[in-house]
């Protein structure tokens, strides 16, 4: 998440809320954060966030607003962003309203232990629901997508349940899609309560990583397969959207194509599958030397599930991937996935004509990528157009 800062006053506790540039703002104000770069404070805000130095001190102790000075950045705040005011001066941004997807970590809990896992599961961890719940009723009713991730969000029950529920009452016409490992839906009356909210746009998209038992529980490091497609099949039993996801691992990178045919026979009903380039951070870095394969090495496995599952009709994608390694017949699958506080480009990236159409790469990829990305110049982009048509 995109994290600002700057000096507190008179911020005890943590303040939620959504940001304006407006000072006559007409919504109720204890929801909005005014965000500034004069030397007007009005009242009535949750809190203010102004680039001015610490000439606000006088202000904020005879108001006591709850203010944070001198920060840097503000511009990159939007009017509807929704951010978190912390007593140490730091502002998180929980919500950009810009971003092409934004997510909420609904818990760091989890049920496996994922091998490549970028967001490491904990134990120990205050209940995020209530924080959730009030991002939920502060974001953009226009907002698009929305993710619902983890940890395993499924873990919190009815407290999860309580977060799609105010998910469909506040964000109706929002793609909400739920990252989910899928062993509580084999549950069947855990699966019907999450369909009985009735959210006209909710996908659970769940991970599936081998054709085959042992292959998968080693990557998610635990005996949960069976659970998985007993969870897809309950799930689509009850009609509820479901979609699938495969991070590429040297562990699974030459077995795609067997992949991409279990899936289109055991799994017909999903309505989209997803490939996706490992981001290398968390529990990925610290086991790097048997899971990285540079994409370049596995792009002809690649193509040939992507193509298998395209001509039986399937929806798949490509995420997280950059078009200069990709093969030119993949293209038209790739879609630009990675959260814009994490997505950078190289320096090698920077002349390249289709830099804005790549995928580009996650931060922690700055160490660690293939050898084989190249900027795209004029000069051969006719070439490269020429090969694709062919």
Not at 8 to 32: C, E, M, Q, W
Not at 109 to 114: L, R
Not at 369 to 379: D, F, L, Q, R
């Amino acid at each position: 998440m995109k994290v600002l800062s700057g000096s507190p006053i008179n911020v005890p506790n943590d303040v939620v809320g959504k940001v304006t540039h407006r000072y006559n703002a007409f919504s109720n104000k204890h929801d909005l954060i005014f965000v500034t770069t004069g030397r007007k404070y009005p009242k009535g805000f949750a809190a203010v966030i102004t680039s001015n130095a610490r000439e606000c001190l006088s202000i904020g102790h005879d108001r006591r607003l709850s203010i944070v000075c001198n920060v840097e950045g503000i511009d990159e705040l939007t009017d509807g962003d929704v951010v978190c005011v912390n007593p140490s001066g730091s502002i998180t941004v929980l919500f950009s309203k810009e971003a092409v997807g934004n997510a909420l970590l609904v818990t760091e809990k989890c049920n496996c232990a994922c091998i490549m896992c970028p967001q490491p599961p904990t134990d120990n961890e205050i209940d995020k629901t209530t924080l959730n719940l009030k991002i939920v009723s502060l974001i953009d009713k226009k907002t698009p997508m929305l993710g619902l991730t983890g940890g395993e969000p499924t873990l919190l029950g009815d407290r999860f349940i309580e977060i799609l529920h105010a998910c469909k009452t506040n964000l109706p016409r929002t793609e909400i899609s739920l990252l989910s490992n899928g062993v509580a839906f084999s549950n069947m009356d855990f699966a019907k309560k999450i369909r009985a909210i009735q959210h006209p746009s909710l996908t659970i998209d769940i991970p599936l990583y081998a054709d085959t038992d042992v292959e998968h529980n080693k990557i998610v490091g635990a005996n949960v397969f069976f659970k998985v497609v007993q969870g897809l099949y309950n799930l689509a039993l009850l009609k509820q959207r479901i979609g699938i996801r495969i991070v590429i691992l040297k562990l699974n990178s030459n077995r795609l194509r067997q992949l991409a045919e279990f899936i289109y026979r055991n799994f017909p009903f999903v309505i989209h599958i997803a490939f996706m380039q490992m981001e290398t951070t968390g529990m990925a870095k610290d086991n790097i030397q048997k899971l990285w394969i540079d994409p370049h090495d596995y792009a002809q496995d690649l193509e040939d599930a992507v193509k298998y599952l395209s001509m039986r009709d399937m929806n798949v994608s490509v995420y997280n991937s950059q078009l200069c390694v990709l093969p030119k017949i993949l293209w038209n699958f790739s879609r630009k996935s990675i959260s814009s506080w994490k997505n950078i480009y190289l320096n090698e990236c920077q002349d390249c004509v289709y830099m804005k159409d790549c995928g580009g790469f996650f931060n922690s990829s700055d160490e660690l990528h293939s050898t084989y990305i190249k900027a795209v110049k004029k000069n051969t982009l006719r070439k490269i157009t020429l090969d694709y048509l062919r």
